[in-house]
């Protein structure tokens, strides 16, 4: 029965996407030609607009390539005017009737010379596209069409950006490094939070800022290759409150309020936004980003890679599916932003942040175990509820002492209260955890930067950090009768533990850039770290503790004081630049537990090479090499057995260690982002000369999990990305292709080593559309192989694939519609293939003003999903419960 549903729902997708390929092949007419000047030589960069008969509208526009030719296209028919112009040339215009079927017009023109006196006002045609130096401007009217409700649907329709799934915005293949506002920022790399909640309508530009610096004074000086996103508000939305509510209302309880509440002036602004929803949706993004934001590499930046793990965690696991279909949320949402310039030197910017959440998640698993000589399978029933309250607190001061000399401040705030709990058949056992868990954060760095000479800077940097993480975990069931002896009246198990972190870091850094832009950079510091791990296990019976075995307690304390030296130098050399550094590291090691002290003194250089070849404008090679020593961590050296899980323990190693690694990197980029034409391809070898590797007891009921260093694994990754613009069919191409081979080696029940092999293939393409018109699709299909050797070879692929239509009936009335299709391989062939559709539709009742809308989500109902994985010890089948099908009725008021 459910075969016939599935072949059903597939029908129906095909006939609609057969459908949707004959809208997009209609007719469409071509509009073509040459420019030229009084000497017959062409004209470079000409402004060519298609304009309706009122002159009002622009449907199309063209850029004259270096031969002066020119194309655009329309699937619109009726009376037209086209305007050539260009920088000093008068401008022509043309009117003409397009009927139906026709399939081509031509127009050569010649443009004369314009000659104007000083005081003449000269009119320039809007041009969509601009750029000026490092900044790429978009004029958002001409690249929307009034469905984009948020920000993050307004950046999707713009030329060579790219949002993932998740909310994670890119440039070409590159992710964003912020999200401004008139050039002001609140959440750094957690822009998720402005993205996926502040409306559209306010934004009139979208800036591109290329070759980015975070700091304003190392602009030009520092080696940036960042980008970043500035939004420029619509004149009549500056120094004014505006904002909008909406409210949504469906079957089953489910429901959405959000809000939001801005103004934007030239000293201050405040944006002050609300989110409550049980629909599944994340309105947050990745949360971590915002609280504990991490810049690679950057000037000024000390300590962002320092944070606390957490021992034990029950949340639900990423699925390579919507997370929006599997989150039984009821989330509340809250976050006040403002910035304030008292004074024309000091800037103060301040975010709170407030969340509430309740999420279900329902996992029934099958786990075969078969390895070496140990085979069994395991059933899993789970249910698990994460509640959570967060709040989170920023405060920025940026003062600038003079033109050349800067001062900024940063506190940070995070206190984090989560209980959660699963209820859980094990092999048919009822099984309860609860888990109850603290996350304290104080944050503190200040920075000072110096710009003593024009390609001069010196920067001074200090940083303290302070985290926390207590646990208490508690399991009503006993699975360790075969680990402990005189365990027949033990009935249940409980864990305390507390995880905790102080960091204190300083770092002075110098760049020098020299007349011919060969680059110096040099840096001393210290960072210092000290961890203190503390876990005890009990064996209960009821609410007595009967026992608390050795082996399983914790007390250690691990202190990390780094002393270091970097240098680097960049040299150019024309189209070439050849970069060279050297890191001296100089460790202070020491371990304590409650049975072992141990210090360590160890010295390592990390060196690297770089080489960058710009062939030319459109072709560009980046390769590099390095060599590099790292220091372990707390959870790599703690030497006793920690519960992880229910029925999982896992040991350090014991010891003070250092790992050696060398990696190989390979970067080809043809064409620009911005191109029509743009492909950028990148190669990754990683040797790991020694790295930590797990010796492993399995058991059907247990598993004890001991880290080992072994010696030699391997690494390589490849992946293509292109991206061309069809003019003739208003579309543009994607096409993705990777390839990941990874080689390790462990042991599994005390057995000798063995080596396992993993490959992953993925390969997919996108087709999306950009028709001035009422219709537009988005199309795309990915295939991912995975495949593991050990003893034996097990493999599969899976399937993604979406078609994504967009209806603008006209200035009042659009609608959209979303389907996919997920299909896995090792799954039984009627039961393997899932589809999904979505629908969602808006009506203006006043315009720019008052709305409803409609929204549905899985209409197909689909209730249930099934995928396989694989690893070294066997496969798992999981289902996963999805939301069921709803209906949401929406209203919304702007203001």
Not at 227 to 233: E, F, G, M
Not at 636 to 659: C, E, H, P, W
């Amino acid at each position: 029965m459910n075969g016939k549903k599935s072949r059903k729902k597939e029908r129906l997708v095909y006939v609609i996407l057969f459908l949707c390929i004959g809208l997009m092949c209609s007719s469409q007419t071509q509009i073509r030609g040459t420019i030229i000047q009084n000497d017959n030589s062409p004209i470079l960069g000409a402004n060519i607009l298609l304009k309706d008969s009122t002159n009002s509208y622009v449907l199309n526009y063209s850029l004259s390539s270096e031969n002066g030719t020119y194309e655009l296209f329309t699937d619109n028919t009726g009376l037209f005017k086209l305007s050539f112009s260009s920088l000093g040339f008068k401008t022509q215009t043309f009117s003409f009737e397009i009927k139906k079927n026709q399939k081509e017009f031509i127009f050569d023109v010649l443009l004369e010379e314009s000659l104007t006196n000083l005081d003449e006002v000269i009119i320039v045609s809007e041009s969509p596209i601009s750029k000026k130096n490092d900044t790429i401007n978009f004029k958002t009217k001409f690249f929307t069409n009034g469905t984009e409700q948020t920000v993050e649907e307004l950046l999707k329709k713009i030329p060579g950006l790219s949002i993932n799934s998740e909310g994670t915005i890119k440039v070409g293949n590159q992710e964003i490094e912020k999200l401004m506002i008139d050039g002001d920022d609140l959440f750094e790399k957690g822009y998720k939070i402005l993205s996926k909640n502040m409306p559209a309508y306010p934004i009139e530009e979208v800036e591109i800022l290329q070759r980015y610096s975070n700091n304003r004074l190392l602009k030009d000086i520092e080696e940036s290759n960042k980008v970043a996103l500035n939004l420029k508000l619509d004149e009549k939305f500056k120094r004014i409150w505006f904002g909008n509510a909406e409210m949504g209302i469906g079957n089953d309880n489910f429901y959405q309020i959000k809000g939001n509440l801005m103004n934007f002036g030239k000293k201050d602004k405040y944006y002050f936004l609300t989110n409550l929803n049980s629909i599944g949706y994340d309105a947050t993004g990745d949360i971590q980003q915002l609280i504990e934001s991490f810049r690679f590499n950057e000037p000024g930046t000390i300590g962002d890679n320092q944070k606390v793990t957490d021992l034990i965690d029950l949340s639900f696991e990423n699925l390579n599916f919507k997370r929006s279909r599997t989150n039984f949320n009821n989330a509340e949402l809250v976050s006040l932003n403002a910035i304030f310039n008292p004074t024309e030197k000091l800037k103060i910017k301040t975010l709170g942040f407030f969340n509430w959440d309740e999420n279900d998640f329902f996992r029934n698993s099958i786990d075969i175990v078969n390895v070496n000589n140990t085979s069994f399978t395991n059933t899993e029933i789970y249910k698990v509820r994460n509640k959570n309250r967060v709040a989170f607190g920023k405060l920025d001061l940026t003062y600038n002492i003079s033109k050349i000399k800067m001062i900024e401040a940063t506190t940070k705030f995070n206190s984090g209260d989560y209980n959660d709990g699963s209820s859980l058949l094990f092999n048919g056992n009822s099984t309860i955890e609860n888990l109850q868990h603290q996350n304290t954060l104080f944050d503190q760095k200040i920075n000072y930067t110096n710009k003593f000479k024009d390609t001069k800077v010196f920067l001074l940097t200090g940083r303290f950090i302070h985290e926390k993480t207590p646990q208490n975990y508690r399991v009503n069931q006993f699975y360790f009768q075969d680990l402990f002896e005189d365990s027949e009246t033990i009935n249940n198990v409980k864990q305390k533990s507390s995880n905790q972190m102080q960091f204190f870091g300083f770092n002075a850094h110098l760049l020098d850039r020299k007349t011919n832009g060969n680059l110096l950079e040099l840096q001393i510091g210290n960072e210092y770290r000290k961890d203190q791990l503390r876990t005890k296990f009990s064996l209960l019976e009821d609410k007595y503790n009967l026992n608390n075995p050795k082996g399983f307690q914790n007390e250690a304390r691990y202190i990390v004081s780094d002393l270091y030296l970097k240098s680097k130098y960049r040299y150019k050399l024309g189209d070439f630049s050849l970069t060279g550094k050297v890191d001296l590291h100089q460790l202070f090691n020491r371990l304590e537990e409650l049975d072992n002290k141990t210090k360590q003194n160890p010295f390592f250089v990390n060196p690297g090479i770089g080489l960058d070849w710009k062939i030319d404008d459109k072709n560009k090679i980046i390769t590099s090499y390095s060599y590099n020593t790292t220091n372990a961590k707390i959870l790599d050296v703690y030497n006793k057995f920690v519960l992880i899980g229910f029925r999982s323990f896992s040991a350090g190693t014991g010891d003070l260690n250092q790992l050696d690694a060398s990696s190989a990197l390979l970067n080809y980029q043809l064409g620009n982002w911005s191109d029509r034409f743009f492909a950028n391809t990148f190669l990754l070898y990683s040797k790991n000369h020694d790295f930590f590797s797990t010796n492993t007891i399995i058991d059907q009921n247990f598993t004890l999990t001991n880290k080992t260093i072994i010696r030699d694994r391997e690494f390589i990754t490849f992946n293509s990305k292109l991206d061309y613009y069809f003019k003739f069919m208003s579309s543009n191409l994607k096409v993705d292709l990777g390839f990941i081979k990874s080689e390790f080696k462990n042991s599994v029940n005390n057995l000798d080593l063995r080596t396992v092999i993993s490959h992953n293939y993925n390969y997919g393409l996108e087709l999306r559309s950009s028709f001035r018109g009422m219709f537009n699709y988005h199309l795309g299909t990915k295939w991912t192989s995975n495949e593991i050797k050990t003893t034996s070879t097990t493999s599969f692929t899976d399937n993604i694939s979406f078609l994504d239509l967009s209806f603008v009936f006209n200035d009042k009335f659009n609608a959209q519609l979303q389907f996919e299709r997920y299909s896995f391989g090792n799954l039984e062939n009627d039961d393997n293939t899932y589809y999904f559709l979505d629908f969602d539709s808006t009506y203006q009742l006043k315009k720019n003003k008052l709305s409803v809308g409609i929204t549905g989500k899985n209409l197909f109902n689909t209730k249930i999903f099934r995928n396989v994985s694989i690893s070294d010890i066997g496969s798992s089948t999981r289902e996963y419960k999805l939301l069921p099908r709803f209906v949401l009725l929406r209203l919304e008021y702007q203001f």
